[in-house]
């Protein structure tokens, strides 16, 4: 009986030990440092540990490491992968992975753009009723057309615009043939017949669809690589107003614009930048990709914002923090600006995703002037510490003044940018 009362009383006391222990300071730190630490060359990370541990690199090739009181620095020296060791006591109780990245920086933009989407062949956006002798109906309807189908051929034909189909229409029709149409589904390749029709009394032949080949919009710049002029923009897909489907892009461009108005965001209503195409839609550069993530492409040549024309470095997502920040925007003109903000929460990805940053305008200007985020705004770089963070890409329709934002490591990578690319070694 004894030996099992000091057995259970033994067990208790460990217990209440290791809870003791998980509100022990020090054993917190020490568990908060990850397993994995990411930097660029030439930054650094600073861990607090003020646990009685001791660390150093395996080599000093690639990182150094210095500890001051309560804190850990990792500097980043060189690009490549290292590992660092935590000692207790002289034994190693923990390994870091550190893979330092090579100095990479981008241009910041804000400026405002137009941009002009060309579809993958004709967009179906609803259907359109025949009147008949026997009756209403949509012929694209009976062949099992949905909306948001693209056709991308008629009878083995490539179909890139509007105007490429009517001809097709009328001389199937007045030969009583049915077209050959293929048509993409998401990530499907149908093929289906479709016989036009007429209306009572008329002489042209109808599909029975409402069909679009291009879309427009305004939006603002993110940034782009000095070097290779591939840019970021809009901070999310472009989707279809009426299908509300992203829209597939066969290719695009986008061009300089000027706000010319500001409709200004309350509870309830986002707001939105008026804005038009200037310099006889002047073309800076194409549109390759519509992706969650913006729009990208490359320019024809640099652009300046006139605030922040130089390069500057960016911040992975683990590496953004809450507190004070800016966005660089377009209000009035072509006037790029600054406005303080503060990042209300980030969330470190280890894999894409959208909404990794929740932002509130804290400039009262902006705030008066739109209310805080309005639509056209999307894209706008997010600035912290001197480093590209983020952009703009939603705004809260509850509250116009706070909205979402997006990590610029995913934009980078989708705009084909390699931060993670290893520096190529001297032969």
């Known amino acids: 009986m004894r030996r099992e009362i000091l057995r259970v009383t033994t067990g208790i006391l460990l217990l209440v030990s290791l809870l003791a222990l998980n509100f022990f300071k020090p054993f917190q730190e020490f568990l908060s440092v990850p397993q994995q630490l990411t930097m660029f060359q030439g930054s650094q990370a600073t861990l607090s540990v003020s646990a009685p541990v001791s660390v150093k690199p395996v080599s000093d090739d690639t990182v150094s490491v210095f500890k001051q009181q309560n804190h850990i620095t990792v500097q980043g020296k060189q690009p490549g992968s290292q590992e660092v060791v935590f000692e207790l006591a002289g034994l190693p109780i923990k390994r870091v992975g550190v893979n330092v990245l090579k100095d990479f920086k981008v241009v910041p933009g804000g400026q405002s ?68 149409l293929e048509i993409k589904r998401e990530k499907e390749k149908i093929k ?68 010319t108005s500001i409709e200004k965001g309350k509870g309830g209503d986002p707001g939105e930048k008026h804005a038009t195409f200037t310099r006889e839609h002047e073309v800076i550069g194409n549109i390759t990709r519509n992706s969650p993530f913006g729009i990208f492409g490359r320019l024809n040549n640099g652009i300046e914002n006139g605030v922040m024309d130089k390069a500057i470095p960016v911040a992975l997502s683990h590496q953004v923090k809450e507190g004070p920040a800016q966005i660089l925007t377009v209000v009035e003109n072509d006037e790029v600006e600054l406005f303080d903000i503060e990042i209300v929460s980030t969330i470190p990805q280890k894999f894409p995703a959208t909404k990794g940053i929740v932002i509130k305008v804290t400039d009262k200007r902006l705030l008066e002037k739109t209310g805080g985020i309005v639509q ?52």
């Open 113 to 180: 753009i137009g941009v002009k989407l060309n579809t993958l062949g004709v967009l179906v956006v609803g259907y359109h009723q025949v009147d008949t002798d026997k009756g209403k109906v949509s012929p694209g309807e009976l062949a099992g057309i949905q909306v948001g189908d693209i056709i991308t051929k008629i009878n083995g034909n490539k179909i890139e615009k509007m105007s490429d189909v009517a001809p097709y229409v009328q001389t199937a029709g007045e030969k009583g043939k049915a077209l050959e």
């Open 376 to 427: 056209g705004m999307s894209g706008s770089p997010i600035i912290q510490d001197g480093k590209l963070v983020g952009a703009v890409t939603h705004v809260f329709v509850n509250d116009p003044s706070s909205g979402y934002g997006v990590h610029i490591e995913w934009m980078l990578n989708e705009a084909g940018i390699n931060i993670y690319e290893k520096k190529e070694k001297a032969s």
């Open 192 to 259: 289906t017949q479709l016989m036009p029709l007429q209306n009572k009394g008329e002489s042209n032949y109808k599909l029975g669809l409402y069909i679009r080949d291009s879309a427009a919009g305004i939006g603002t710049m993110t940034f782009y690589e000095p070097k290779s002029k591939k840019y970021g923009a809009l901070g999310h897909v472009i989707s279809d107003m009426d299908t509300k489907k992203p829209i597939i892009v066969e290719d695009g461009q986008i061009v300089r614009s000027t706000v």
